[in-house]
Structures are given as structure tokens and as C-alpha cells.
């Protein structure tokens, strides 16, 4: 019996369906026994895991791990199973584990680690684990041999279309079931795994090597009409890291569905969506598209650049888009990476003077705002990471250091305690944030009401009009008095 365990990683009632593990799932069905476990869903994540894994005499217990909340439960979760159980394999996949694996295997609770796409390498895992066979034959494994780390070489891709359609039966999946912007009955989903593009400051480019592997438009339409008519699903939010990248692909999809009456949210570059015809726009949206997610990043095209967000990409393109999806009445919502080095200060204010002309233009765009974090890359593969390490930044080197202060919020990338970041940068960027989401609400809360919006306009307006940024302690109040949110997504 494996069990695969989710680490909790939300709030109550916010728990996303877990995709990755359901993927697992699908290639282990009529094969291996074995039981999803999600963590967002105990009450004593650690006590119950335990129990379970004693009453099914599991054999292996995987964990999927991202950093942030998931990483600071994983390890002590770890550290406890493998105090109680010491003999039960324990496996980490996702990407923390793709990039940090020497970390990981230093440890003396995590067994092995999957490097990359995981669904053939675990099914070869449970195969060599109770065949007793010979790790080394598992590609896309690493783990510890006479107090060595080894790693395997890395998998070859496998396409989505391959693998089966997700166990949904495995999970309880109205316990993921959500009401939000996107609709009432929403559910989070993927449709493609991988990104062809190499965004330095994105950790997805180490667990993928810029490959992306889409499922085909059928069935993507076969799953969302299943998942309408067995669970009364009414929206889907699709977390692929880009699902926009085939027109073809999209408009064939948005074609299938128009019919469906549902509505749907995705993450999309806006270099390639700004290239899509108006006849794609037009299906968009009359299969139901009601917000793309995209990284606009910067208001510098210099800075764009140095993202190496490709050739395309530029701060008109981004203002352009937004126009454009106005026009279409679909919601942008942009994310930026602001504090950038060398000249974090500079990087602000310019930054900050975009964001304002793109809200004059589309009012209506959501904003959500980080500061830039550091991740792995291959020498002079990305010149952001170069210039962390030359002032001086270094990854921790266990992983009880990667769970305590300042790591521990290093992960959600609002302040991640790079050298060239001071409480000055980041207290500029949280009171611009409060101003402006004062001054133009988020659309998506549903129980922001006009008259509270109407409140939060007229009292933040002299601030946004002088741009007067500090000490916004009435705004603060209203927060609190009102319980508005701030513009928040999983999507990275």
C-alpha cells in the first residue's frame, strides 16, 4: 500500500484538488494499491496521517512538496513518521525536491526524491521497492547508497494524452468544491504540464527543461462535461503554468464547450495572447472565459529583458491586453515582480508609475504584487540570479534552515530577505498596494458591496491623486472594518 500524502498548504475551506497526486494516482490504478491522504482536509494532520499509515500497513508514503506552508509541514511531518515508522520509504516529488534534492537527501528522513515529471517514476519505484530490484534503473529518482547521494538520469518527457483520465473516485471532490469569482461551483484543474519558456525568476523551468506537454482539446472538453455532470461543476480554474501557448488548441477547446454554460479562468503570456485573432477572442468568451492570470512582471521593458521574458514581451503589449480584454469584459489580472536588482528603489518607482497608467486604462485589472525571489538556474542561464549570488545571496543548505525564520516566507515571495531588500522596500510596496486596492477594489470579492466601495475610494483618493504612499493607517482600519480582500491567486 503507498500512501500519497498532500501537506497542508491553505486555509480551511480553500483546499484546491490535488491534481498532482490524482495524476499519480491514474497511472498506479489496476496496478498498485494505494490511498490519496490530503492534509487540508485533517484536523490533526500529523496523528491522523500516522494512524493511517499503520491501519493500511502502508509501504511507502509519497509526499508532493512546494515551498512555503507545504515545505515548513513537510519536514517536521517527516521528521515524526520516520521517528515512529523507521523503516517506512519516504518520497518526496514536485519541484522543491527537483531543485533542492542534495538538501532534501542530507536529511535522515526523506528517502528519495523524483526529479521532474513523476508519474512513470513512481510506478518504476513501487516496482524495484517491492521487487527488490535495482534503484539505479529508475530514471528521474535520486536517493542515499552507502551514505552517498545518487542521482539518476533525468526522465524523458511522457505527453498527458498517455497518461489515464484522473481517479476522481479516489477523492471526495465536493470537499474541493468552491464559490468564488469564477463561479459558484468551481473546482481547480490542469490541462498541460510544462512550459516552453525560461523566465528566470520561475521555478518551473529546472522541473521541465522548457518542454510542454498539452492534453489534446477533446479531452479536455470529455473531462470539464464529466466533471458538469457528475459533481454539478458550473467553473474551472486551470492552473497550467501557461495554458494559452496553441491558439489552435484553445480554440478548438473554447468551440467544444461554448455550450456548456460555464466559466473558466487560466494563466496565459501576454506576448502570445496578444498575437491570438479576434475570432479566438470571440469564442473565449462566448465559452465563458472570465479572467486570464498573466505575468505582466515589470513596467520596464529594459527589466523584461533581463527576466528573459522573451522578444516579444513589452510594457505597450501589457497595456495593450488589458484594453483589449476590457473591450471583451474578461478581468486581467497581472502579477509583478517588483525590488528588482540592482537598483530595487528605482525598479519601484517605475513600476509603480505603470501600474497607475494601466489602471486608467482598465480599472477593472487585478493586481498582484511580489517581490522578486530567487531560484535555481544553470550558470549565466538567467543574469537575476547571477547578481543575487554576487550580493551576496546563498539557498539554505538543510532543510530545517529552509523552515525557519527568514525562509519560512521566502516561498510566498512578499519578503523573501534578499540582500539587496530592506523593511524600507518592502513597507513601499505593502502601502502602495494598500492605496491603490483601495482606490480601484478588487473585482472578485463578492461581498464588497458599492457603498463600501464607493467608502474606499473616496477615502483613499487624495493619497492615490498625490501619490502619497505612507502611513495609510486609516486605510488599515477600513480593511479591518470592511474585510475586503486583496487580490490574491495560486496560480504561482
Known amino acids: 500500500m503507498l500512501v500519497l500524502y498532500n501537506p497542508v498548504s491553505t486555509h480551511p475551506g480553500k483546499a484546491p484538488l490535488p491534481i498532482s497526486l490524482l495524476s499519480l494516482g491514474a497511472v498506479l490504478e489496476d496496478k498498485y494499491d494505494y490511498e490519496i491522504v490530503d492534509g487540508n482536509l485533517l484536523t490533526d494532520p500529523t496523528s491522523q496521517l500516522l494512524q493511517i499509515l499503520k491501519e493500511k500497513k502502508a509501504t511507502a508514503l509519497g509526499m508532493t512538496v512546494m515551498p512555503g506552508p507545504q515545505l515548513n509541514r513537510a519536514v517536521p511531518l517527516s521528521q515524526k513518521i520516520k521517528a515512529t515508522l523507521p523503516d517506512l520509504p519516504i518520497i518526496w516529488g514536485g519541484y522543491f525536491p527537483t531543485q533542492h534534492t542534495d538538501v532534501i537527501l542530507k536529511s ?12 512513470l517514476t513512481i510506478l518504476e519505484f513501487l516496482d524495484v521497492l517491492h521487487n527488490s530490484g535495482d534503484f539505479s534503473t529508475v530514471d528521474g529518482l535520486a536517493y542515499k547508497e552507502g551514505g552517498q547521494i545518487k542521482k539518476n538520469p533525468t526522465r524523458t518527457l511522457t505527453a498527458v494524452n498517455e497518461f489515464p483520465l484522473l481517479p476522481y473516485h479516489r477523492v471526495d471532490v465536493e470537499k474541493y468544491i468552491q464559490n468564488n469569482y469564477v463561479g459558484t461551483r468551481t473546482i481547480d484543474h490542469n490541462s498541460s504540464f510544462g512550459c516552453p519558456f525560461a523566465c528566470n525568476f520561475c521555478a518551473i523551468v529546472s522541473m521541465t527543461n522548457r518542454r510542454w506537454l498539452p492534453e489534446s482539446a477533446e479531452r ?13 461543476v458550473n467553473a474551472v480554474q486551470y492552473h497550467d503554468m501557461d495554458f494559452f501557448i496553441s ?23 501576454i506576448d502570445e495572447l496578444s498575437r491570438y485573432k479576434e475570432s479566438t477572442w470571440q469564442l473565449m468568451k462566448q465559452s465563458g472565459l472570465k479572467m486570464i492570470f498573466c505575468g505582466a512582471e515589470s513596467g520596464s521593458d529594459d527589466m523584461l529583458k533581463q527576466m528573459n521574458k522573451g522578444g516579444q514581451a513589452s510594457t505597450q503589449l501589457t497595456l495593450d491586453l488589458a484594453v483589449k480584454m476590457k473591450s471583451y469584459g474578461i478581468v486581467p489580472e497581472y502579477s509583478f515582480v517588483l525590488g528588482n536588482p540592482p537598483e530595487p528603489e528605482r525598479d519601484l518607482e517605475i513600476t509603480f508609475n505603470f501600474i497607475r497608467k494601466l489602471k486608467k486604462l482598465n480599472p477593472a485589472t487585478e493586481l498582484i504584487l511580489y517581490t522578486y525571489t530567487p ?3 544553470d550558470a549565466g542561464s538567467g543574469n537575476l540570479y547571477e547578481r543575487a549570488k554576487a550580493a551576496g545571496f546563498k539557498f539554505p543548505t538543510t532543510l530545517e534552515e529552509w523552515t525557519g525564520p527568514p525562509w519560512d516566507e521566502f516561498a510566498l515571495r512578499r519578503r523573501p530577505k534578499t540582500p539587496w531588500l530592506n523593511h524600507e522596500i518592502y513597507t513601499r510596496v505593502r502601502n502602495f498596494e494598500r492605496v491603490i486596492n483601495a482606490y480601484y477594489p478588487t473585482t472578485t470579492d463578492l461581498k464588497l458591496t458599492g457603498l463600501r466601495r464607493t467608502l474606499l475610494k473616496s477615502l483613499s483618493g487624495w493619497r492615490y491623486h498625490l501619490k502619497f504612499y ?6 488599515r482600519a477600513m480593511q479591518r472594518l470592511f474585510a475586503y480582500q486583496r487580490p490574491e491567486t495560486s496560480g504561482f
Open 247 to 269: 491558439e489552435p488548441r484553445v480554440a478548438e477547446f473554447c468551440d467544444r464547450i461554448k455550450d456548456y454554460g460555464m466559466t473558466w479562468w487560466a494563466l496565459g503570456r
Open 375 to 377: 531560484v535555481p538556474m
Open 108 to 119: 535522515d528522513y526523506v528517502d528519495y526524491t523524483v526529479i521532474g515529471q513523476g508519474e
Open 470 to 475: 505612507e502611513y495609510p493607517l486609516e486605510l
Open 220 to 232: 479536455m472538453a470529455t473531462t470539464l462535461k464529466f466533471l458538469k455532470e457528475r459533481y454539478g
